[in-house]
Every structure is written in C-alpha cells, then in structure tokens.
C-alpha cells in the first residue's frame, strides 16, 4: 500500500498538469474523474491530502461548518453525533480515495506501455460513475491491478467492458483474481483456452473455482474446439498481438479439448495486456501432431483489418529426452 507521503507525491503531480501527455484529453479526464471522486462535504479534507496544505485545521473547519449547516436543516443538536459522524465520514473517505488512487497510478503505468489511440473518445460518465464505486472498495493488490487493467483497457477501446463485467469485476476475491491473471497469458483468440496445453500450470480444482466465478465454463473438461487446417494446411492461433501458426500434415479437422471463456473473461481477455505464452503452447502443438510452428507478429492493415507479419519464427520441436 503507498505511503501518505507518496500518495501526495503523484497526485501532487496530476493536479499540477504533470499527467505523461499520452493519456492527455479523455483518458486524463477518465483518471480525474478517479482520483477526484468523492462526496461534496469532504472535498476540501482530500484536496488537503492531496496538496499538502499545512493547516489541517483549516481543512477540518471547513468541514465541519458544512457538516453543521447540514446538521442545522436537518433539526439535529447532539455535538459528539457530529463529531462521530465527521470521523467516520473523512475515515471511509480516505480509505476509499487511498483505493482509487493505488488503482489510477497503475492504469497511468499501463497507459504509458501501451497508449490510447489520440482520438479515442475515452469512458463515458455513466461507465466511470460504476467504475469508481467498484473501485473504491478494491483493497487488495490483485483486485487493485485488475481493476487497473480494466480502467485502462477501457480508455483504449470505449464500450467494451459491459456493467455484467464490471460488476463480475467487483464480487471477486483476491485469490480468484491472481487465478484469473494466471489463466489470461493462455487465452486462444479472446475465446478459450487450450487445456492440455496448459497442462498442470492450472489444475483441474482451479479450472473449477474459475468456472464456479463466471470466468471459463467447460463442463468438466469434456468441451474440444473444433480446428480446420487451411488448403496449405496451416492453422493460426491469435494471442494478443502475437499468434501461433501451425502446419499440419493434412488437412483434417482436429479437436483439441478447450476450455470457453464466459463473455465476461472474453472482455477480460480482450483488452487486459499480459505476456502470453506463446513458446509453451507452440511447443505443445508439437506434440499434437504438427509439421511446422511458426510464431508471427499480428498487425493491422489500412481498413482495419489484422493481417500476418514477418519475421516469421520457427519453434524447435522439443527434444524427446
């Protein structure tokens, strides 16, 4: 967890302009919108946090004489009930803003590896106003990096997390969430996951925990994925911005058993950057009954489209020792 100090230190920066001019414009707003979310009688405590002002006393004076004026119209008298009340307020508002901002430094930190396009309209009002809430009450690292690589897989592509996946998000445990960002690095084409290629990195009693959350479904293990080779025999597997490409000794159907992602690990998996692994499921393939495995880059053409890109790198098939 950051320490006040460097909590002060980079929210000192964002409110100063110093956010990195790759998520300038809508992507800054989005990361405003985060770390400046808040109730309106507070305000002036977080703005003291956040800018380091002195007087605290100040700060809580301001507070309390909007906390009285509220206390007056509503015909209420008991002191040490305001006070009470003051306490918990600022208290759970800290605690919320400290969650926010561990959560908007890191999507700041993804942003900056992998930028938004500069005319991406960025989240709308109604997705941050979910977002924050859900965010808000994420304590954990794991959940803080999940919902990091949410907010800015979000602000790359507007409108692909769904309110079911934001709040599929937000019910998950921490345990859950590592399993998931364990399982991504795998993921086939943002759809499922070769199982046996996988192997024992995940286990059946976590393939079921998974399923059990609403991530993957593949009744027992008993699901394939039917895979047609081309006329050329080759078969291409996308993972992110990299694929496998897969000669076959004919061209045969083959079905590999699969694991399906839900449509909320689709959005997961389609926007959230992770390092796959290419090397093991290509060396997997292998052993599946391939000819050749290539490994290729995957680009975008002039209408959009992803197309194939060289170097093309062939995998050694694995020695039988």
């Known amino acids: 967890m950051p320490t006040e100090q460097e909590s002060q230190g980079w929210l000192q920066s964002v409110l100063e302009g110093g956010l990195p001019q790759i998520i300038a414009g809508p992507a800054g707003k989005a990361i405003s919108r985060l770390i400046g979310a808040g109730v309106e009688i507070p305000a002036a405590w977080l703005e003291q946090k956040a800018q380091a002002i002195q007087d605290e006393t100040k700060a809580r004076s301001m507070v309390m004489e909007a906390l009285a004026a509220k206390s007056a119209e509503l015909g209420l008298s008991d002191p040490g009930l305001l006070d009470r009340g003051l306490n918990n307020l600022l208290g759970k508002a800290y605690r919320e803003q400290i969650n926010r901002e561990a959560i908007a430094k890191k999507a700041i930190e993804y942003l900056a590896d992998d930028p938004p396009l500069g005319q991406s309209p960025g989240p709308s009002d109604d997705w941050i106003d979910m977002f924050e809430g859900y965010a808000a009450r ?24 769904s309110p079911a996946t934001l709040h599929f998000v937000s019910v998950l445990d921490g345990p859950t969430a590592k399993l998931i960002e364990e399982a991504l690095p795998w993921c086939i084409n943002c759809e499922y996951v070769l199982k046996d290629a996988v192997g024992d990195s995940i286990i059946y009693g976590q393939w079921l925990v998974l399923e059990e959350a609403g991530f993957v479904t593949f009744a027992g293990g008993t699901l394939s994925r039917s895979v047609k080779p081309n006329e050329q025999k080759f078969v291409f597997f996308r993972m992110g911005r990299k694929g496998v490409l897969v000669q076959f000794p004919d061209t045969n159907e083959r079905n590999p058993k699969a694991v399906k992602l839900t449509k909320a690990g689709e959005e997961l998996a389609a926007t959230i950057p992770v390092t796959f692994e290419f090397e093991r499921v290509a060396k997997w393939f292998w052993g599946f009954g391939a000819e050749q495995v290539l490994l290729v880059d995957v680009m975008k053409d002039n209408e959009g489209k992803d197309v194939l890109s060289g170097p093309y790198v062939h995998v050694a098939k694995p020695s039988s020792d």
């Open 138 to 161: 994420a304590t954990s690292e794991n959940m803080r990096d999940l919902f990091a690589r949410v907010l800015s897989g979000e602000i790359r592509k507007p409108g692909h997390f």
